[in-house]
């Protein structure tokens, strides 16, 4: 069952490539994440209603038009309306006080701003994504291109060990090692084909797109991840001034002061100011008059309301208070994981791969001159897979790190 799988994922892998790849640097995916995301699109959606309704609560009430006729009249029939009989025009306008429209304005405003914030907080969110994505895909892709290299050789030296088992030269035991040791070779590279699919879906889902997506990455954009210019305490204080999630508490907070000011403003009583005229049911006839009405606030003086809102605040100021705790915290951390993966990778070797590379150009032509035995063929072939593929996981865990950072601070550090 394994076998099937393995053959249906390289299968799917090669008709990936026959299609339009979308090669792509860094800031290109950028770019295209930025224009093509779907759900930064939803979000600035969220923008436009808080927009609309920040408009809709700056307009005035409207005014209120009655009429009131003379249904029927038994001396003078139905619908008695014209200069001797009887209607009633009435219009009021309800006029709002304690600066209610204003204070439910402000809030608005206010949340509308919020929302700003949650796209910004989002966009932060989906780029750590897509960078940490992309960062993966290219050291994975590394990865699989050296398993290439290593099982296209050795099905060379397997075929040549055939021929020499067929003329008795070597026996079937080491021809089945080496078929034993591509076969491991194969299952290794297809578990990373399967981390390159997951990858592959994210990135497609997050740049919007059907076409593969192929990492380009050079030297320059390894070299510009470096924390040499940056403290501590002031990446701390950039996290607490850029941090859209920080933001976004203090926003609420924001939105809960001006809702207990709006509330208590709700609490004193609007008056609806009007005039009316009447033709003939008044003490005189075409009678005009002005009325005022305002509810008394014997009863409901918007208490609960009012309360609620008073611990609306002390909620959400304290929510702020540990989204900011958090926040120092977090910027700890990164920092530290920065330091461990620079300190891991700077251990290694600057020739490394190159030293390895010169040994591995050499061993399967003094194993097949029997210079080496199998085992030590064998060794050295697990030993280096193993060691290039954890050295490329390392430089992709170390960039990793980098944009975490990036993402706790808030802001583009390595530009």
């Known amino acids: 069952m394994r076998t099937y799988f393995i053959g249906l ?3 799917t892998v090669n008709g990936l490539h026959a299609q339009d790849t979308l090669k792509l640097t860094i800031r290109q995916a950028d770019s295209l994440f930025l224009q093509n995301n779907l759900e930064l699109l939803a979000e600035k959606y969220q923008i436009d209603i808080a927009k609309s309704i920040e408009i809709q609560d700056k307009l005035w009430n409207n005014p209120t038009f009655g009429v009131e006729i003379n249904a029927y009249s038994p001396s003078r029939g139905a619908f008695d309306v014209g200069k001797n009989g009887q209607k009633v025009f009435t219009i009021s306008q309800l006029i709002t006080r304690a600066g209610k429209r204003n204070k439910q304005v402000a809030l608005d405003v206010e949340s509308t701003r919020k929302s700003e914030y949650q796209f910004y907080d989002l966009v932060r969110t989906l780029k750590f994504e897509l960078r940490q994505n992309f960062f993966e895909t290219y050291y994975l892709e590394q990865t699989v291109a050296l398993y290439d290299t290593q099982i296209n050789t050795l099905n060379t030296t397997v075929s040549a060990f055939e021929k020499e ?3 008795k030269n070597i026996s079937l035991k080491e021809v089945v090692r080496l078929k034993a040791l591509l076969f491991q070779l194969t299952n290794d590279r297809a578990d990373i084909l399967f981390e390159l699919q997951e990858n592959q879906r994210d990135l497609r889902t997050l740049l919007n797109t059907e076409r593969p997506v192929k990492s380009v990455v050079d030297s320059s954009d390894i070299r510009r991840y470096q924390l040499d210019r940056y403290t501590p305490a002031a990446l701390k204080d950039r996290a607490l001034q850029s941090r859209a999630d920080l933001k976004v508490a ?3 907070t924001k939105e809960a002061e001006l809702n207990y ?3 208590k403003a709700l609490a004193v009583p609007d008056i609806e100011v009007g005039a009316i005229y009447d033709q003939a049911s008044n003490y005189v006839n075409n009678y005009f008059g002005v009325n005022a009405a305002i509810s008394l606030p014997f009863f409901n003086r918007n208490q609960g309301n009012i309360r ?27 920092i530290q994981k920065v330091g461990i993966a620079e300190k891991a990778y700077q251990s290694v070797e600057n020739q490394f791969t ?11 032509d003094n194993f097949q001159k029997r210079n080496i035995t199998l085992l030590e063929f064998i060794d050295f072939i697990e030993t280096y897979n193993e060691s290039i593929k954890e050295y490329n996981r390392l430089q992709a865990d170390r960039i990793k790190v980098y944009e975490e950072l990036n993402y706790v601070v808030g802001e583009e550090l390595f530009n």
Do not use: C, W
């Open 165 to 167: 088992y067929a003329r």
């Open 354 to 364: 190159d030293q390895f590379q010169l040994l591995s150009s050499g061993i399967y």
């Open 250 to 252: 203090q926003s609420l």
């Open 261 to 263: 000011t709006l509330q």
């Open 308 to 334: 609620a809102a008073k611990s609306n605040i002390s909620y959400y100021k304290t929510a702020e208070n540990a989204r900011q705790n958090s926040v120092g915290n977090e910027v700890d951390a990164a």
């Open 9 to 11: 994922l390289i299968l």
